[in-house]
């Protein structure tokens, strides 16, 4: 097996030039020039990204604080765990996390471990999810943007696990930080 | 908990009209104009997607044949396992698996097992990726596009899924997939 270092030099694709296609209230679109490794040149679209997060807020039952929400792509109600976007500018992912969990169910949390990054769709999306678990939760009022819509449920860890591998919860992030939270936390 | 469609009903957001921002060779981005729970109207941004597949092949022996490839958004190499697009008007889920599973590795299975859905961004991107497990492995040739580089390690599945937990692999859906084997087959 080579290592990373060689293998990066054989196959990494070098930048040429940027075309500017979109850049909209979410999604900022580019497509790139870049060198292929056999020296020829190909076309890259990317949606460009400053980044996300994701929280696995569990209570001291054993509880996940869980959401249902309307997903417009898929025009369906989705279960997800507490998520979203760093604002513009923002770096700091833990702050990021504490301000999703707060708005979005109300909860707040004594302790935050982190479990790791998740790549939605590493070929066209540059976005990077930061996955922690929150622990040592206290309820208190929701705070939604003005255009969310969400219903907040608890359910057993068990549960939210059973309804993965089922396949009721098809959320890409939902399934990788729960069965993460799982495996690393021994729950 | 309210039910389903109850739900659905409550929280829906309907479509009102579409304006075609790009149309390229792998995203296809829309701006729609949809009428919100309140009445207020919202854009929605959405790269429509026509599907794609993701096999985690397991060897006879335990092991997991995973990939190496350059990720452009990342300008990193990064493990996967395989994957791919539907082709342009493709249905055919399991066809597809087959194919990407014999063309980026050469190995063709004997038997395939739905593991479930995986959607990477359900907020902007419509791609709905079906999860199989392959056993029953024999190895062929690699047939890879022309602007496909990529290499190919066989690795035991307890070090795949010690490499995502320790957060090597980054990969959505490689960390679902694996985790998610894992978890149904007992492995």
Redo the contacts between chains.
Sequence with gaps: ??D?KA??E????TFVSREE??D????H?V??T?A???G?T??????LHNGAVCVVPITDKGEIIME???????????W?IPAGKLDPGETDHLEAAKRELREETGYTAEKYTFI?????????????IHMYVATGLKKGDQDLDE?E???V?TLPMDKV?EM??S?EI????T??AV??AK??LGL
Excluded at 24 to 27: A, E, K, L
Excluded at 68 to 78: K, N
């Design positions: 097996m080579k990373e293998l990066y054989e196959l990494k694709e296609i979109f909209g209230y979410i999604v679109l497509r790139d870049v292929l490794p056999n020829a190909a076309t890259r679209e990317v949606a249902r929400q309307f997903r417009y792509p898929f025009d369906r109600v989705m997800e790791g990054e998740f790549f939605p769709s590493p070929a066209i999306l540059s976005e990077n255009d819509f969400l219903e449920i696990v993965i591998l396949g098809t959320d890409g992030k399934q990788t069965m993460k495996l690393l």
